[in-house]
Nanobody, 125 residues
């Protein structure tokens, strides 16, 4: 099992920046990619960004490309999401996810095996 704990959410204003962290523990050696997803009230969970633990390759949703940056610290089994130029529509609960099994990053929530509890990000206009 892998446990994921997110931190760094909060209330900010439009245009501000925020950094989310996700710390992994347990059988982290089995994890080959990690990602961030978000879910706004009344909407489905959507992909935000993902990163390969071995190659560092990344993928982003079009809505955040150029504003968000995902990075990793393998030594600390941690993944970060730097969010800049935040918009009101970025308001959501952000979830960290980890996948094992087949290698490669994925934009699909069903590909991920482990999930954190989520952290609220609210962007006020």
């Amino acid at each position: 099992q892998v446990q994921l704990v997110e931190s760094g959410g909060g209330l900010v204003q439009v245009g501000d920046s925020l950094r989310l962290s996700c710390a992994a523990s347990g059988r982290t050696f089995s994890v080959n990619a990690m990602g961030w997803f978000r879910q706004a009230p009344g909407k489905e969970r959507e992909f935000v960004a993902a990163i390969s633990r071995s190659t560092g390759s990344t993928a982003y949703a079009d809505s955040v490309k150029g504003r968000f940056t995902i990075s990793k610290d393998n030594g600390k089994a941690m993944v970060l999401l730097q969010m800049n130029s935040l918009k009101a529509e970025d308001t959501a609960v952000y979830y960290c996810a980890a996948k094992s099994g087949a290698y490669g990053i994925s934009r699909y929530a069903t590909s991920y095996d482990y999930w954190g509890q989520g952290t609220q990000v609210t962007v006020s206009s």
